[in-house]
């Protein structure tokens, strides 16, 4: 049974000084005057049960129960109660035999709750309590007043203390969080379906612009992909005429080169015939004077007649020949000066050409950079209108949209004008209640949370100790398995101990033979005690006899005879075995310590050897006296002062033997020290098994023993971190409550203010949307207006555009031509100037030979006069001369016609020079147009293989057109088909690229959305569930509980009303409204008025009464029964009754005391009293006292305790 064992209290109310009361189980009664303090005893234990209002302890604010101080005795800063109950029955959870629950208040309204030590949550405490019947409503606990209070109470109000004394507290505050929970799902999954709703509405026009955008990128790839053909085919084109132009160029380099090659080879042909042609006229001339010398010597006067008539025939015949020179070298001196000057001067005919193409090409690039910017002005222009252009279609759309979505606002004001005023009372009633549902629950999180972590501290600390816990196991474990070692390996080392020593190395066939014979036989040094260190020492000592066998009894002189031989020594002795057959006792104090290495000498043999009493005498009768020392430099203190041969027998610890004054020998048995020691270590090793025996006995008991305290290490962790899981649950569930409410709370304080001011402001708004969509409307038709302007202002910008790129175009290619041009000049001017170097290089020579010849003609001209007038002096010797005149003329007229067919050959070597160099001009200018058309198409291929890279970059579709298809297409097709495409994009008007990826969120977001929404729905199913479940089994435990307490009233009412009849009744349940559902209950959390509880009493020659009508006696009097009712049904720890018999008379006294008798051993009652009857019946009585200092005393006396009556004094 549990119980009050130990109350203490300081500075509570009046108890200023430390104060314990002790109590045992029966009646306890605690007397004292008016004033004293008596009834602080009560409340104090109503305090430290987790009593939250001040009023019900007699005061205004929680700071009051501090004592406050009087005279002599300061204030105190603290209010300190704590309740020892004994739980050595498990009435409360936990598994403590004693429970102690404290608490402490300080000044600043802080709160603290110990239970066994740990700090608490409130809830912890009531939980705690409730298991035992404390609950909340305190039925145990009555204080002054409440006996009416109790009758007076409502139904409700009674069936509250029913269920506290039926332990449906736990149930009901569970419930409570349930529904608390249930209301904030149920609004969570409002809010997840509101706004998956608001997600599907804007799914569908993303959907449509999906659909817009995914149009526009099929038609732009599909341009994109007949453009890229296109240009495809324009590069394949150009390519080709790329290809072709190249090999003409080759073509004409070709003819060129060769035309160059002739042309060296005629200029190195005429060279050679200059030169012939001039040796040829050198051999004339030589020919003409080697004549005139020979008719000169032929006759000097004919000589000199042939002479003169030789020179006048010669100087003529020079005359015709240079007049022909003449005439010929001045017809060639026309052409070349002819063709000299159709060559013109180098520096006037080329460099003015080149000058003025050199100008041109500059003017052209003047104009091309004054264009360049005004074509990237006009392209920005351009980009700027289309930009406005877009804009303004955007906010033209956006203006309709917002003028439709204005007239729905319209439309939506008018009904929402009649909807809030009837919300605007509904939002205040709700705002009151959530202002008070907040105060609640945010009392409750504070204490939540500062329980929670006192509950997370034991959880650490008991973790900590499952920790030590384990590791204790470890180590208890790990000494287990090193005993099972040590064990293991003794067991090991005995049976190789004892194996040896069974063996008996060492030992003479005689004896073995004897052993093997006599099966009661044993060797002597198996019968000996040798003090550890000594083995060798007592073998070499005992000599022949170490070999010795000890037989029982006496032996036959056959045996005897046929083992001697092999024999030292054998020894028959009698009483060396007890009658069990085993080896007798031992004398001698040979002991176990083995010899220090300090320990003083010398040692007599019996000091060092253990021996039965028969084998002792037999030894001593057959050894002398033997000394044992360390080495035989101590035995001259050891030896015998005798000196004779048979005195003192002296051993060293290594064997040596010295008797009297010699040394006999170093003896060495080492069959018989080996048996010594293998002895000595099967005992100790023996002795040593035992000991780790009985330590391996202790480590697996100390092993069990962890074992068993880490099961319990562990349970109280999990105990702890249940605990403490739950504390941080709890509290992690009342912060939640709490922020929900306070959001809930802020809702709806801004609904009520927005309801209160919506009505007002709609008219105002609704006219203000009209206005702000008539604004709309016209900001549409300013819209329309500038998009048009503006598409106008876009085709002249346009137009201006193509204009400007069409001049830049046309002077880029004047840029072209005057550069190639340029080029083609120099090449030009270069043979010009070749050629104007030679002709004007031949026409210096024929101007000097023309020179030349008209000097001799003019010296023949002025000689020939004078000549003739001689010629008829010199006829005769002409005459004679004429032979060889004759000869010399057939001669020059040879050479005359040598030089002729080499003025021919110059002739046409000069035309066809002439040709050549027309040739090779027409080449290089050919070349030249050929290049510059060249560079044209590879300008063209150029920029045709950037659009196609371009529409690769941009688009998808282009990067699989082949050279096969696009070598196929048709060109005129194609370009119609681009057109349509292009005006079916235009239709289609602008789209929004991002839609893709909006949709693409918005459709996650909503399976989000539907998959919260499910969670919701279940943890709203399971939520119910858990009401109904809850619901049922509280309804049940009430049934039963209800029944047994009506029997028992009925009981009590016939005790304490002798005569009398009394009935405890359910008021008729309030039913559910017509047409609303259960489910509707349990979805909003609610739960129907539970049924109270009436009371009826008929007493004895009376009229039936209501409880009002009682006398003060008679409520007295059905209060107790009530209160006993309870208690029989199901018993608190303790009752504390505060003078609740003060309106009774003696025989109502009588009658209440005899049912506190009666009860007394089933629980405890403490009663507050000033009757004496009262004071009668108690085991313990307490008087409280109150001195001048204002400070209240407790005195006690046990009084049915059987010992001589003692008065102490508490506090």
Partial sequence: MAFLKAFSLRGFKTFARPTELVFEPGVTVIIGPNGSGKSNLADAVLWALGEQSPGTLRGKAMQDVIFAGSDGHKASGAAEVRLLFENSGGAFPGGYAEVEITRRLLRDGTSHYVVNGVPRRLLDVQELCAAVGLGREMHSVISQGRVEELLNSSPAARRALVEEAAGLMLLKKRRERTATKLERVSADLARVGDIEHEVRNALRPLKQQVNAAQRHQELSERIARVEATLTLREIMELEAQQNRLTREVATVTERRQEAERELTQLRTSRENEERGFTQALAVREAQAATVNRIQSEARRLRE?????????????????????????????????????????????????????????????????????????????????????????????????????????????????????????????????????????????????????????????????????????????????????????????????????????????????????????????????????????????????????????????????????????????????????????????????????????????????????????????????????????????????????????????????????????????????????????????????????????????????????????????????????????????????????????????????????????????????????????????????????????????????????????????????????????????????????????????????????????????????????????????????????????????????????????????????????????????????????????????????RERLGVLKQRHLSPRAVTAEEAGALDVDVAETKVEQLRRRLEALGPVNPLADREYRETAERLAFLEEQRKDLEDSLNELRRIIRDLDEHTTRVFSEFFTQTAANFAEMVAVLFPGGRGELRLEEAVEAEPGEPEEDTVDRGLRRPPAGVQIFIKLPQKAPRTLTLLSGGEKALAAIAFLFALFLARPCPFYILDEVEAALDDINIGRFLSLVRRYQDRTQFLIITHQRRTMEIADTLYGVTMGTDGVSRVLSRRLRSGAPETEARAG
């Fill in 304 to 944: 000199r007649r042939d002479d003169l008539a030789q020179r006048i025939g010669r100087w003529e015949a020079d005359l015709g020949r240079l007049e022909r020179r003449e005439a010929v070298d001045g017809a060639d001196l026309a052409n070349v000066q002819a063709r000299l000057a159709a060559l013109g001067h180098p520096e006037g005919w080329g460099v003015g050409r080149l000058a003025k193409v050199r100008s041109l090409g500059q003017q052209v690039t003047v104009e091309l950079e004054r264009l360049r910017p005004l074509a990237v002005r006009s392209r920005e222009q351009e980009d700027a209108h289309k930009d406005r252009i877009l804009d303004l279609e955007g906010a033209r759309s956006r203006d309709r949209q917002k003028a439709e979505l204005l007239e729905r606002e319209i439309a939506e004001l008018s009904r929402r004008r009649g909807h809030a005023q009837t919300k605007g009372v509904e939002a205040g009633e709700a705002v009151e209640v959530l202002r008070q549902e907040l105060a609640v629950t945010l009392r409750r999180r504070d204490e939540a949370a500062a329980a929670a972590e006192p509950a997370a501290a034991a959880a650490r600390a008991a973790a900590a100790t499952a920790a030590a816990a384990r590791q204790q196991l470890g180590e208890a474990r790990a000494a287990s398995r090193r005993a099972e070692e040590r064990v293991a390996t003794l067991e090991g080392r005995a049976r190789i101990a004892r194996q040896t020593a069974e063996r008996r190395e060492g030992l003479p066939d005689g004896a073995r033979e004897l052993l093997r014979t006599l099966g009661s036989a044993g060797l002597l040094v198996e019968h000996l005690d040798v003090r550890p260190g000594f083995e060798r020492a007592v073998a070499a000592a005992l000599g022949p006899l170490a070999d010795a066998v000890l037989v029982e009894g006496r032996v036959s002189a056959e045996l005897l005879a046929g083992t001697a031989g092999t024999m030292e020594v054998l020894a028959a002795v009698d009483g060396v075995w007890d009658g069990a057959g085993s080896r007798g006792a031992v004398d001698g104090p040979a002991g176990t310590e083995a010899l220090g290495p300090e320990e003083p000498g010398p040692w007599s043999l019996w000091e060092v050897i253990g021996v039965p009493s028969g084998v002792r005498s037999v030894l001593m009768r057959l050894l002398p006296e033997v000394v044992v020392v360390r080495e035989l430099r101590e035995a001259d203190a050891a030896a015998d002062d005798s000196g004779r041969a048979g005195g003192r027998l002296v051993v060293t610890l290594s064997g040596e033997l010295l008797r009297g004054e010699f040394h006999a020998a170093r003896r060495v048995a080492a069959g018989p020290e080996a048996l010594l020691r293998a002895r000595r270590a099967v005992e100790e090793l023996e002795r040593e098994l035992r000991e780790a025996r009985t330590a391996l006995a202790e480590a697996q008991e100390a092993a069990v023993a962890a074992e068993r305290t880490l099961g319990e290490a562990h349970a109280e962790r999990e105990a702890r971190e249940k605990a403490a899981a739950a504390a941080r649950t709890e509290a992690a569930q009342l912060i939640e409550e709490a922020e929900g409410m306070e959001r809930r709370l802020r809702d709806a304080t801004e609904v009520a203010e927005r309801l209160q001011t919506e009505g007002e402001h709609l008219v105002a708004a609704e006219t203000s949307l009209r206005e702000e969509a008539e604004y709309l409307r016209e900001s549409v038709i300013e819209a329309e207006r500038e998009l048009q302007e503006s598409r106008v202002v876009l085709a002249a910008e346009r137009e201006q555009a193509s204009r400007v790129r069409e001049t830049v175009a046309r002077l880029e290619e004047k840029r072209a031509q005057a550069s190639v041009l340029e080029a083609r000049l120099r090449e030009r001017v270069r043979a010009h100037e070749a050629e104007h170097a030679r002709v004007t290089g031949e026409c210096s020579l024929l101007q000097g030979r023309l020179a030349g010849v008209r000097r001799r003609v003019q010296a023949l001209r002025a000689a020939l006069p004078a000549a003739r007038d001689l010629l008829g002096v010199m006829e005769a010797l002409a005459e004679r001369g004429a032979g060889f005149a004759a000869q010399a003329e057939a001669q020059i007229q040879v050479s005359r016609q040598t030089t002729a067919g080499f003025a021919d050959m110059l002739r046409r070597m000069a035309d066809r020079e002439s040709h050549l160099q027309r040739t090779l001009t027409d080449c290089s200018e050919e070349a030249v147009d050929l290049q510059v058309r060249l560079a044209h198409e590879q300008d063209a291929l150029g920029d045709a």
